[in-house]
């Protein structure tokens, strides 16, 4: 599930997305059904590993996340 977190990441960058976008495309494109909680989960994750990088939006509150450079040659690499 965090190889599928950093591959829309990645595919979304330089933008930072939400854990409900991750979960939408994910069911659209691989068919997946992830929890949108287990998502989060991971997302928190991948911050504590200094992959993604934690955006609040000021006017709605909303909680989205961007690729760092690491999480780039993460994913580059597979690691």
Do not use: Q
């Not at 287990?38 to 997302?43: G, M």
């Amino acid at each position: 599930m965090r190889h599928e977190c950093l591959l829309y990441l990645y595919g979304s960058r330089p933008l930072a997305i939400s854990a409900e976008h991750v979960h939408r495309s994910s069911r659209r494109d691989g068919g997946t059904d992830f929890a949108i909680a287990e998502i989060r989960a991971e997302l928190v994750f991948l911050l504590d590993e200094g992959l993604v990088h934690k955006v609040s939006d000021t006017a709605t509150g909303e909680i989205r996340y961007r690729i760092t450079s690491k999480g780039c040659n993460a994913w580059e690499n597979r690691e």
